[in-house]
């Protein structure tokens, strides 16, 4: 594996890292456009 491989890698891990905090930990799971998490469901 040569360096341009490891940088590619790295970058696809800390995407992906990035993406499931911010879907996950930073809105506890709610989901887009929803800061009460009750957009899922309809009244």
Known sequence: MGIKDII???VILIGAAY???RSVWK???HC???GDGGCC???
Request: with cysteine.
């Open 32 to 34: 887009h456009g929803c």
């Open 19 to 21: 993406i499931l905090y």
């Open 41 to 43: 469901e309809k009244k």
């Open 27 to 29: 809105k506890k799971g």
């Open 8 to 10: 590619i890698a790295a």
